[in-house]
């Protein structure tokens, strides 16, 4: 059988590449798509490399244009996914509806309003499968939060570590550098291509990035506790990709050997989430446009601290590629179903 | 069925993207992979992206190791191909050789000896089935010369001007710009990062590069006669991808009716070359890591000339991707199995 | 003594880099800095990497602030530069005015008309002193039309051909690419970093570019007759610079050897125009950031055509550079003052 | 009075950044430049960019040839400065020598030894003078030990914080990203252009990286203690520049006004260092090609940490314009003398 979706936002990055994965996915057809302002152009008009889509009507994104589907992919800004989620919970009760934006990312509702502002929309399961308990929560489920690109990124680099004791929750310092995609496709000048390309900056910091209170909620799963972290975004001159370098300070007597058993254990099963070979370090290169995400860890004895770092692409893994590997299994399809996918290098 | 398949220079870039479709090719399976000087390694060692076939090992490149597969695909160096090819023609009489490299592209021993410098090793079935004959004389073909680069993107610009008799044969004039996987993977100073970020540079001009006698070949089998070209590439600061500028003189009394008329008759049924609707112009961003290609043409009546121009991935549809559709076809499978991805944007 | 200036634009790529360059000019100070809708704050807003005129305000754009200085530098839109000289000539009648825009670079109204649909605002002495007895009409000029970047890649590679009377005037085709500051610094989603890095394209395909009639007037100034130019540009992966190819049909008997004395005698004498020994071809990466530029060229004996390519950065020989270079001739000062900046290389 | 100047090394990108600025330094002109492989060669064939230099001959690297200078400078690898340094002390006892290597930066010999596995050359002055106390070293030194370019920029970036006595010595974070200059110019394969355009990826993960020490070393001058650093470095897809993003905890009873306090002490007389007003952060896009440095410093209230960034270009402020400053204060010059270059940007 053969699911209906429809994707909302599908002019953004986010909403493109959802179409991407889902163009080529064998379980799954693209019945609609929805933008706002472009509304009545033709999917080339905005996505010119959906050359299987290229025809495809833009409609307005209203709850009734979205109605009728077996799958709803949401890749809208934050706060205009709960009143959709809503509508449709009336109309198809049955529908699953992936929401790309961060409105039902986090538990706490203090969390929500410290770092957004605006009421908490509540809260759906989380779409990181790899994390600890979390891929039971999304069998069956039929609202799934799609969690953001760095924590994804951050999160698979320490979480082990939290797993399985090694790790003190003070003191954490993640320093992440995103592709230029990950600032949205919003015309603005100092996103123009003779800014961005050749150049490196640091934005959001000092502890004002609304992905930190996701990352201490995934970390915190981990520890069993709250976990304090220094989170620093940077703007790397490339398209895609997140490289997060994570260090955390070692728990007394945590050694290498120990730290290499807890990412083993950690990501042996896993199809997508790759430890590499010792010696061997993450490159975004290696994973851009697929759902892979390569890890590594080292032990740095001087200064006593984990050192971790994570590639992945962010509007894959860190997005669309999320997106689609929780639908699979809401669906209750092979997780890697439409990811076989490997990453474009050179 | 699944049919099994070698690929001999892996390490490469050409290689390593045949691997990378083969990877997710329904009905063929990647049984060996070797490599020159890297023969003993880990396939993950050469092509860290690769992590469905990660720790394959690579054997050496000889004829006994390529033996017993359905499918050999050579991506050598030039002059390498040919010995492999005889010897597999005793050994495996019924296999499937697809040869990346130069060695059986072109009929005239005189133009391969006049740019080569070697002897001519022979002719084999051209694979860019776009051209008007050529599909068929891939059917049932156990020998494939894989076209180059910058003919796939010269000739999919201009063959329909020739084959509808519009333009003329002399002062045809194209310039194109390859990404710098172009070049190869050899460590060579002047390919370093830091030279060719930000940089473009012409080379092989005046006449010398290789691929102008495939390009004139081509072009001069669609109008019947000689075509002389300028042909000039140059190296752009991008991993992938080929912007081919394609302009040559209109025959008497062609208009730009009569021109679009050309290449939509040439282009309208193919799964794979995509005529923009007009005013829209091709971009390499569109086609990356897919076998799509983007065509545009258009008049230029002060000058009495029509300007087309042409976009590929230099590594899928330039190469690799043409060794996958071409193998398709002699299989006798769908022409687009394991080709369905788009292009990565952005 | 010092004369003072003022730079009209001066939040805009090519304003910026006009106060890049007199920053550390010896002769000029500059005095004042204008823009339109960012006048009242600092330039440090627009132009972080100014750090030496950080604080200066910047004023809205009119003929009250722009009189009272010794040079004017206009880098507006066009149209926005006619009436700006106009107030200037009753008020400044000494004043240096150089138009960084195009409205007073073309001797033809029609041709004007005909590519910019607006009323001829009149002829200036160019701005580009290696074209044959351009130097001369630069002295003492109180006006100066700053040539534009395509033209000036364009004419210097091929002039000294056409000045030497070696090549034909038809079917002349010029292909160029520029980096992506030659598209402006307004905020346009087609121009964002994610959608520029890693692609190439064509645009102005077919004669329309506004570039072409000041190519064909600066051919035939040196022809002696109209030379009619196909002429294609892209945007390439880079934040600047420009690679020209050019190519021509050589005149009858003319060979390699008179071809090679041609160019050698155009720019022997030159300050910034270099012709590279045979065999090395130009790169934009060696001229970034500085006046100078790379020239090569090469006979091309299947083809019978010329072919020469010329690397300038867009913004500084290109616009910025060519301003300053005629700004030194017009005030009597030593040509090259201001600009011995080598290329700013890897 | 004009400098005579020899540079060693002058085939790599250190020595060109060398000869750039040389070449337009009004009071020192290079007379001579040697490499090892190229000598022989005209320095054009290696350094395309350095026009006015283009015609002078590579020597050998050997003491005699460098002797007979005001001014050498060694942009050798490691380990090659000292037997040439020795030489010198012999022939040119007033000889100034600047080390761009690593061979004197080092007080401690036992760190020397741990992280280069060789015996100690001994210490010269060290020269960054931006640090407490550092300046008046350099005044009449005959030796220079210029700073490595990663501590270069960690060092900027903190040392304020421990001046003041701001931050505490553990759980000292530093990740930096560089471009990819920084990893030299010899012909390897994963520094290729396909390679590293548009990845990142870190690298000397977990303690061992060489500039360790050094970073340690500085921040210890400052804080009167040791401290403890984590650095990772990672590589950046952009031919220069690097980015380091720092933090430290802050120690009891600091808050923001102290912290910005400290920062604007430090720098708010040097004439390269700029602390940008609140609320803009540093680009490497702002300090290409030039001498600036931008900092700026915030305190996470939540984590109690100070994050401070920094951006230079790895090869001017981080290599040879750090040279040519320790130059100018060791000459008696003006010490921004050859250093006026602004940064290019777009």
Redesign the interface.
Known sequence: MSYSAAVAGASG?AG?EVL?LL??HPDVHVKTVTAHSQAGQRL?QV??????L?SMPLHPTTPEVLSGHDVVVLALPHGASAPVAQALATSDPDVLVLDIGADHRLESARAWTDFYGTEHAGVWPYGLPELPGRRVGLSDARRVAVPGCYPTASLLALVPGYSAGLLEPE?V?I?A?S???G?G?????H?????????????G???SHRH?PEIEQGLGWAAGRHV???F?P?L??????I?A?A?A?LTPGTDATSVRAAWEAAYGEEPFV?LL?EG???????????N?V?V?V????????V?A?C?IDNLTKGTAGAAVQSMNIALGLEETTGL???????
């Open positions: 990055y493109g991407r163009a080529s080339d996505q010119p490399h959906l050359h299987s290229a003191d310092v320093v550098a592709g230029v995609s600032a496709r919003a015309a603005k000048a996103l123009l291509g003779a800014e961005t390309m050749g150049a490196m900056s640091p934005y910091v000092g502890g930190i304090q972290v220094s620093t940077t790397a001159p490339m398209p895609r990709g490289l370098t260090t300070r790759h070979p061997r370090w993450p490159s975004t290169g290696a994973v851009i446009g697929s892979h390569q590594q080292a032990v740095d004895e001087r200064a006593g601290r050192v770092c590639a076989e996918q490997e990453g474009l290098a050179p």
